[in-house]
């Protein structure tokens, strides 16, 4: 039997899990929440949604629940990123445009 990691193909559940431990690592919880909460965006930050006004919880990420691993995975990705650059000063817009540089890039 060969498995996927032989294949060379991504578990990006794994991934996923990981960045998720990082997170916890910096003091964040990463939830999976349902659209409804999301305010159609497949991701949200507690710093992207205090400036867009959305009552959150401030340690805690959202992920759109019922991606794929892969779209989970790039989109916390990208959440993190986001924070990362807003917590060194950048406003929101400019974070957000370089974080979506950064998806799919692995």
Not at 17 to 46: C, I, K, T
Request: net charge positive; no cysteine.
């Amino acid at each position: 039997m060969t498995t996927r990691a032989k294949l060379g193909r991504t578990n990006y559940r794994e991934r996923f899990e990981r960045l998720a431990e990082q997170a916890r690592q910096m003091g964040y919880r990463v939830v999976f929440a349902s659209p409804r909460l999301m305010h159609d965006y497949v991701g949200m930050n507690p710093k992207a949604a205090r400036i867009m006004g959305y009552p959150m919880p401030a340690n805690e990420i959202r992920i759109e629940e019922g991606m794929g691993w892969k779209d989970s995975y790039e989109t916390l990705r990208h959440e993190l990123r986001e924070m990362g650059l807003m917590r060194g000063g950048m406003k929101y817009y400019p974070a957000h445009v370089i974080a979506l540089r950064y998806e799919n890039e692995g």
